[in-house]
């Protein structure tokens, strides 16, 4: 059996496992599996992943990383692909041989392609809301495509361009015409929390993306809805990192 599955902190809220097993149905792939794998920590990542690499029902094949993991996974990798390298974040792992594991990020190419109908003139300048591993995948499509790209953070930082939250005015939202949350407020089920936002500011000519998928309109995509944005979450972004992650796994060296 070829096992795949998907590390992360909490996963109650994950569609990764039901979608992987309706491809598996769809393509008629009966020796594969995949599994929802949920850990405190990175702590024991080496026994663990050892162990995963010697399981009696077969060996861990790849996996997909999921918050809040996707950069602190880096400091036990092997090896990175020049995107992940670039990004500074993973969302996907395979392993080398002799207990070797390979980082990937397959996030910035789902993001990609899940924008690109939707991008037009107004969007030359964008918002990211959040400075995690997913954060750093969109402002390394973003920047690829040369948009502008601030981030909106707790803190201060200066590892990015950024303004803090209490900081971001009215005037601010409307001279950046993209806005992506790239945070895991609102996920369920924490349904009805919302980041501060000064939702005044967005207009008809915005494009507001929330990575989130489930649920399928957080608060922060109703609100801008109905300010009169177009909105849209994560889900084409989940399809197709997902897709990404498998031909990247059964990929032949």
Known sequence: MRRYGLLGKSLQHSYS???????FAQ??????SYSLFELSDLTNWDAWS???LRHPEGALQ????????KQA????????TPEAQAIGAVNALRPLGDGLWMGHNTDAQGFAKSIRPFLTSHHERALILGNGGAAAAVRYVLESLGIE??????????SVRAVRFEDLTEEAVRFFGLIVQATPVGTVPRVEEVLPFPWSGLGTEHLVIDLIYNPSETRFLQRAAQQ???????????FNQAQAAWDWWNQAD
């Open 27 to 32: 393509e008629n792939i009966v020796d594969a």
């Open 17 to 23: 496992q039901a979608l992987f097993a309706q491809k």
């Open 73 to 80: 996974i880096l400091a036990h990798l092997d090896r990175l």
């Open 62 to 69: 790849g996996l997909n990383v999921t918050v809040p993991y």
């Open 149 to 158: 790209v601030v981030h909106v953070t707790r803190q201060h930082t200066d």
């Open 50 to 52: 050892q162990a995963q």
């Open 228 to 238: 009169g944005a177009t909105v849209l979450n994560g889900k084409d972004m989940l």
